[in-house]
């Protein structure tokens, strides 16, 4: 089974300049989460989609990060603009969203580096 | 969510067994406890979870106190793999959303 798929791995950017990753999650899995991680902290849950319904986005920076998932499979989280503190790594993950719990599988991440 | 504590970093010999603390004394009765890792330079990973009892699976086991204030993630032999960072979550049953909030982890060094 294909794993969670992300891209690009690495993004390097002067801030003010605009960004987007795109995430591809496991086949069938109807819940998809956009995390970010910040140097030395755990991940921190932006965004959660449910098919491509939005469940819940109250940490994301709306001002400045969107995301969609139109056809409830692929999702793409843009940036504009960045700023220094957004240097991170994101991570996207899914999960099958059936009855009961189901693990998150998450993707190897994007580093996004601001200067 | 109900908070955990556990200790910044551990280390552990090659080939030992392996307990991982963490304390979470603000627990509810719906709160599932949780234990991921982070490989370096990879996504975090599902290793176990449990709600009252002792659970064992091909990676680890989950040893619950009775009062549920603690519990334990146990590596039954140590390996060079298992080099990573170790987060304790609560989730909430009863909420449905199944969302996971991470705190710092223990980061682990596993000694040759």
């Known amino acids: 089974e294909a794993g969670v798929a992300q891209s690009p791995r690495y993004k390097i950017i002067e801030k003010r300049q605009s960004v987007a990753f795109w995430c591809n999650p496991i086949?069938?899995?109807?819940?998809l989460y956009w995390y970010q991680q910040i140097l030395g902290q755990g991940p921190k849950l932006l965004i959660q989609?449910?098919?491509?319904?939005?469940?819940?986005d109250s940490q994301l920076p709306k001002d400045r990060f969107s995301a969609e998932r139109l056809k409830g499979v692929d999702s793409t989280l843009k940036i504009q603009p960045a700023k220094l503190e957004d240097s991170a790594v994101y991570l996207c993950?899914?999960?099958?969203?059936?009855?009961?719990?189901?693990?998150?599988?998450f993707g190897p991440g994007t580093r996004l580096t601001v200067l | 969510d109900a908070k955990t504590t556990q200790p910044n970093s551990m280390e552990s010999n090659e080939e030992e067994p392996v307990h991982l603390p963490c304390n979470h004394s603000?627990?509810?009765?719906?709160?599932?406890i949780h234990w991921y890792r982070q490989l370096p330079s990879q996504g975090p990973e599902y290793v176990i979870h449990?709600?009252?009892s002792n659970v064992n699976n091909r990676m680890a086991s989950l040893a619950i106190a009775e009062d549920r204030k603690s519990s334990t993630l146990i590596l039954h032999r140590a390996t060079l793999r298992d080099a990573a960072v170790y987060y304790c979550?609560?989730?909430?049953?009863?909420?449905?959303?199944?969302?996971?909030?991470f705190g710092k982890g223990t980061k682990l060094s596993v000694i040759p």
């Open positions: 989609f449910q098919n491509n319904g939005v469940v819940d």
């Open positions: 979550i609560l989730r909430d049953g009863g909420a449905g959303s199944y969302q996971l909030t």
């Open positions: 086949s069938g899995h109807a819940t």
């Open positions: 449990g709600l009252t």
């Open positions: 603000t627990i509810s009765g719906t709160d599932y």
């Open positions: 993950a899914s999960t099958d969203g059936r009855a009961g719990y189901n693990e998150q599988f």
